[in-house]
T-cell receptor, first 110, second 113 residues
Framework: DGGITQSPKYLFRKEGQNVTLSCEQN?????MYWYRQDPGQGLRLIYY???????QKGDIAEGYSVSREKKESFPLTVTSAQKNPTAFYLC?????????FGPGTRLTVL | GENVEQHPSTLSVQEGDSAVIKCTYS??????FPWYKQELGKRPQLIID?????GEKKDQRIAVTLNKTAKHFSLHITETQPEDSAVYFC????????????FGRGTSLIVHP
């Protein structure tokens, strides 16, 4: 299960706090993505990045922010503006039209 | 943009039976259709994919069919086993630009021993 990692596995946050989810890949992939997964909702795209120092909003970007300062890293910040942040977050990278997913971070807002 | 519908949301079968999951897409430009399997608590993993220049692809007990005219594609699992129990996602992508697949909502497959 190497190649793309996420940390932490579980994260608890108080309302009003920002939190940052880590995503790292050693696959030398240019493209990286963040998805949110809720029961019965499938995978919804939050942000994606095709290249270093560039990223684009996905379908549900409100309340989230990202950065792409290095090819290997694509951290996601869940801000206090995100009204319903409790969810399972998946990071992915893409090579030759195949997406490789990280193990996910389960975020719970207390 | 692309819209992918997936049915059923839940599928329960007996071990040894076949299972079929169906997806429809809206964008006729889509030409790549992957299927992912996500076991409970784990990451999605690609299990099979098909491109629009073929109508069917098989890999042991799983197969995918594509009907471009009707804009639908299906996953077929034969001789199901309890370890096939998982959530399956279909996706569609137009490879003409950036790789941004649109996913279906998933099908929870339960295989009863």
């Amino acid at each position: 299960d190497g190649g793309i990692t996420q940390s932490p596995k579980y994260l608890f946050r108080k309302e009003g706090q920002n939190v940052t989810l880590s995503c790292e890949q050693n696959l030398n992939h240019d493209a990286m993505y963040w998805y949110r997964q809720d029961p019965g909702q499938g995978l919804r795209l939050i942000y994606y990045s095709q290249i270093v120092n560039d990223f684009q909003k996905g379908d549900i970007a409100e309340g989230y922010s990202v950065s792409r300062e290095k090819k290997e890293s694509f951290p996601l910040t869940v801000t206090s503006a995100q009204k319903n942040p409790t969810a399972f977050y998946l990071c992915a990278s893409e090579g030759y039209n195949e997406q490789f997913f990280g193990p996910g971070t389960r975020l719970t807002v207390l | 943009g692309e819209n992918v519908e997936q049915h059923p949301s839940t599928l329960s079968v007996q071990e040894g039976d076949s299972a079929v999951i169906k997806c429809t897409y809206s964008d006729s430009a889509s030409n790549y259709f992957p299927w992912y399997k996500q076991e409970l608590g784990k990451r999605p993993q690609l299990i099979i994919d098909i491109r629009s220049n073929v109508g069917e692809k098989k890999d042991q007990r799983i197969a995918v069919t594509l009907n471009k005219t009707a804009k639908h594609f299906s996953l077929h699992i034969t001789e199901t086993q309890p370890e096939d129990s998982a959530v399956y996602f279909c996706a569609a992508n137009d490879s003409g630009g950036s790789y941004i697949p649109t996913f279906g909502r998933g099908t929870s497959l339960i295989v009863h021993p």
